[in-house]
């Protein structure tokens, strides 16, 4: 499975963006798939998640402001990222683990990666 992301780019505080992740080939009828961001010197941190039965979760810090989703069958995973601050600033990385249900924010419980858009949030 590849996953290739886009959409990551430059924006000033209060800014929106929507990143997006297209998995391929990627033909399973359940799965975890999930948005992640590192920035530098910090860990990687787990923002969204879904599975394929619809399930959300976010971290606290961007509850409110981001939305996951993504179509069934999949075609593209989104990640819509509004009233964006200079916290968000970090690289953006898309996640999927096939086969499973049950959205996570824990890196451990994904297989695939993308290679990371770069979201920079200035003040």
């Known amino acids: 499975v590849q996953l290739v992301e886009s959409g990551g780019g430059s924006v000033q505080t209060g800014g929106s963006l929507r990143l997006s992740c297209t998995p391929s080939?990627?033909?399973?009828?359940?799965?975890?798939l999930g948005w992640f961001r590192q920035a530098p010197g910090n860990e990687r941190e787990g923002v969204a998640s879904v599975d394929a039965n619809g399930r959300k979760i976010y971290t606290d810090s961007v509850k409110g402001r981001f939305t996951i989703s993504s179509g069934n069958p999949l075609n593209t995973l989104y990640l819509q990222m509004n009233s964006l601050n200079p916290e968000d600033t970090a690289m953006y990385y898309c996640?999927?683990?096939?086969?499973?249900?049950?959205?996570?924010?824990?890196?451990?419980?994904?297989?695939?990666w993308g290679h990371g858009t770069q979201v920079t949030v200035s003040s």
């Open positions: 996640a999927a683990r096939p086969a499973v249900f049950g959205a996570s924010l824990d890196s451990r419980d994904y297989d695939y």
């Open positions: 080939p990627f033909t399973y009828s359940s799965y975890r």
